[in-house]
């Protein structure tokens, strides 16, 4: 069984940093990709980042490109987001993710199979 546990968020003022940790078990780095997804008040979820551990390919939101860094560490079975320079704009709940997959693309920013718990990410102005 997948399971992933997000943690890390929290209150920061804009231009500060955070990082996210996502505990992740049920499944191999080397066949998933996994990733961070973000849901703000009022909007659809979106894609922020994710990694395919396989080749080391990563994919970013536009709005974060420069700013955030996906990294994972399959040895201790984790995702990282490492968030700089943040904006109001980021304030959302931020959920690790996962799904299996053969073709190393970009879908991965659209939707996984497998999302764990949410932690809360508040920017303030």
């Known amino acids: 069984e997948v399971q992933l546990q997000a943690s890390g968020g929290g209150l920061v003022q804009a231009g500060g940093s955070l990082r996210l940790s996502c505990a992740a078990s049920g499944f191999s780095f080397e066949r998933y990709a996994v990733g961070w997804f973000r849901q703000a008040p009022g909007k659809e979820r979106e894609g922020v980042s994710c990694l395919w551990s396989s080749d080391g390919s990563t994919y970013y939101l536009d709005s974060v490109e420069g700013r955030f860094t996906i990294s994972s560490d399959s040895a201790k079975n984790a995702v990282y987001l490492h968030m700089n320079s943040l904006k109001p704009e980021d304030t959302g709940v931020y959920y690790c993710?996962?799904?299996?997959?053969?073709?190393?693309?970009?879908?991965?920013?659209?939707?996984?199979?497998?999302y764990g718990k949410g932690t809360l990410v508040t920017v303030s102005s």
């Open positions: 993710a996962a799904a299996e997959g053969s073709v190393i693309a970009a879908w991965c920013m659209v939707g996984m199979d497998h």
